[in-house]
């Protein structure tokens, strides 16, 4: 995830991933959001290069602001949402 990071990406938007991967980008503090109307970004439907995009990571909710579309993904759980606002699963509940 620290690829992404050093390359200004803030979130990643996908139909799915693996497991593992998911669960990494998780426990990094990395957005990672999912769901089935994200076959769109594959297809160029929703998103092509040059677009700018807001992306509400709490309910899920993504709009093209370039060709102002709007697409639903899955929200982000309560437990990413934590480990997310704390920075990386390490640095959850340290006081």
Same mark, same amino acid.
């Given at each position: 995830m620290d690829c992404f990071v050093a390359l200004g990406i803030t979130a990643i938007l996908a139909p799915s991933y693996s497991a593992i991967y998911f669960r990494n980008a998780v426990n990094a503090g990395f957005p990672v959001l999912r769901g089935n109307g994200l076959d769109r970004l594959a297809a160029g439907g929703f998103l092509r290069s040059g677009d700018e995009i807001e992306i509400d990571l709490l309910s899920g909710r993504g709009r093209n602001v370039t060709r102002n579309e709007t697409i +639903?993904? /899955?929200?982000? +759980? *309560?437990?990413?949402? /934590?480990?997310? /606002? *704390?920075? =990386? #699963?390490?640095? #959850? =509940?340290?006081s």
């Open positions: +639903s993904m /899955e929200p982000m +759980s *309560a437990v990413q949402r /934590e480990i997310y /606002e *704390a920075g =990386n #699963l390490f640095r #959850l =509940n340290r």
